[in-house]
T-cell receptor
Framework: DARVTQTPRDKVTEMGQEVTMRCQPI?????VFWYRQTMMQGLELLAY????????DSGMPKDRFSAEMPDATLATLKIQPSEPRDSAVYFC???????????FGNGTRLTVT | DAKTTQPNSMESNEEEPVHLPCNHS???????IHWYRQLPSQGPEYVIH???SNVNNRMASLAIAEDRKSSTLILHRATLRDAAVYYC????????????FGKGTRLSVIA
């Protein structure tokens, strides 16, 4: 089965450092989503793209988070500078079309100390 | 956004059917009912979705009330691998409406 691939699987970093999370969507999928999951807030939508163009990033803290799709095979989520409250599991998902079922990766577990 | 209400947790015995309820009294005519589940240490996984008619696939069945204000996800024979958090989500068919997750129901399966 085709899968969404996320790297790294785990990341531990110190407050103030830049963090980059990567996602390889399923080939041919034109919509990519970024979610964040914490115990307190559950799964929150951060941003999503269609055909590499950002559709909505209102869920992201703009001053420190940025999401891009340099090409159709790579989506990135950057945090600069990172803070302890950013500690969470970050999930990427892709879909064949906007209203198709989402396919999620296994996430990047970020710990900021 | 149309909301869904699910029990926080449910328990089932292995090899027995499980009925997971979801209430969505403010559903609109163009909202699809989606179900996803999240196994421990994994990302969410699509289970099934429907609009008005009952739906079946290899994973589960979805029973939708005639007035569409509630639905039930049916696992016909629970296995230990079905222990997960199950999310019932409404998603509009038109416009830029992303998938918004609630708290879900944590299903425990007892051997």
């Amino acid at each position: 089965d085709a899968r969404v691939t996320q790297t790294p699987r785990d990341k531990v970093t110190e407050m103030g450092q830049e963090v980059t999370m990567r996602c390889q969507p399923i080939l041919g999928h034109n919509t990519v989503f970024w979610y964040r999951q914490t115990m307190m807030q559950g799964l929150e939508l951060l941003a999503y793209f269609r055909n590499r163009a950002p559709l909505d990033d209102s869920g992201m803290p703009k001053d420190r988070f940025s999401a891009e799709m340099p090409d159709a095979t790579l989506a990135t989520l950057k945090i600069q500078p990172s803070e302890p409250r950013d500690s969470a599991v970050y999930f990427c998902a892709s879909a064949l079309q906007y209203n198709s079922p989402l396919h999620f990766g296994n996430g990047t577990r970020l710990t900021v100390t | 956004d149309a909301k869904t209400t699910q029990p926080n947790s449910m328990e089932s015995n292995e090899e027995e059917p499980v009925h997971l309820p979801c209430n969505h009294s403010t559903i609109s005519g163009t909202d699809y009912i989606h179900w996803y589940r999240q196994l421990p240490s994994q990302g969410p996984e699509y289970v099934i979705h429907g609009l008005t008619s009952n739906v079946n696939n290899r994973m589960a069945s979805l029973a939708i009330a005639e007035d569409r204000k509630s639905s039930t996800l049916i696992l016909h024979r629970a296995t230990l691998r079905d222990a997960a958090v199950y999310y019932c989500i409404l998603r509009g068919v038109s416009g830029n409406t992303p998938l918004v997750f609630g708290k879900g129901t944590r299903l425990s399966v007892i051997a």
